[in-house]
């Protein structure tokens, strides 16, 4: 069962979205849950939190100024870990996914989500912990959703040659394939079988893929 009166802080410089989520029945609407309160960026959020009456869910934007959603995620990973993370972005973009995912965020949407579909992500971001959007492919949501099960495979860390834990490090990072070949000096298609190959080995399908291997198998440290 979900937990009754959920409180989400909502972080969003722009006002009329986040008074929207608030008040137009998005949150506010939903009995499950309550508006703790609003900021209007990363630096405001942290300094209204209170440790008595932490928000369950912190429903918060990535471009922000100041402090901005990755800086935000992360100060919240590390002094408030128990406060689920929900990315409300208009960025699909992998670099977005993936800083953002590395930063500890256990939910990512866009902003142009129909709101009819809010109650879906809210609920199981409670219940299970995390929510991905169709951002991420359907094997990826089955291999989160079984990273506590210590049988599963995803946990097992296959066999990975220097190389290749020496590439899926720099995955990890904003840099590009092309930067990558680059620092490994390598060929533009040699990096692209290096990556083929580990999709294959790894059983996942996109760099975010990659990245959500190499964290929870600790190739590295965020």
């Not at 689920?84 to 949407?109: N, T």
């Not at 866009?110 to 971001?125: G, Q, S």
């Not at 990273?147 to 066999?159: G, H």
């Amino acid at each position: 069962m979900l937990k009754t009166n959920a409180s989400v802080a909502i972080v969003d410089d722009h006002i009329l979205l986040r008074n929207g989520l608030a008040n137009l029945n998005l949150i506010r609407g939903l009995e499950t849950y309550a508006v703790l309160f609003e900021a209007n960026s990363g630096k405001d959020f942290i300094k209204q939190l209170q440790p008595r009456y932490l928000p369950d869910i912190a429903l918060q934007d990535i471009n922000m100024p100041g402090m901005d959603g990755y800086e935000t995620a992360l100060w919240l990973k590390r002094s408030y870990p128990g406060i689920k993370i929900l990315a409300l972005s208009m960025y699909d973009s992998e670099s977005s996914i993936i800083r953002m995912m590395k930063s500890g965020v256990k939910g990512y949407i866009l902003k142009d989500i129909d709101p009819t579909e809010f109650r879906r992500v809210l609920d199981p971001l409670l219940r299970k912990g995390y929510y991905y959007s169709e951002l991420i492919t359907g094997k990826l949501i089955h291999a989160v959703s079984q990273l506590d099960e210590p049988d599963e495979p995803i946990k097992c860390l296959v066999s990975l040659n220097v190389r290749e834990i020496e590439f899926l490090k720099l995955v990890c990072t904003e840099m590009t394939y092309k930067e990558i070949a680059e620092r490994m000096f390598l060929s533009a298609r040699t990096i692209d079988g290096y990556r083929d190959a580990l999709f294959e080995k790894l059983n996942v399908k996109s760099r975010v893929g990659l990245v959500l291997y190499a964290i929870k198998n600790n190739i590295v440290n965020v």
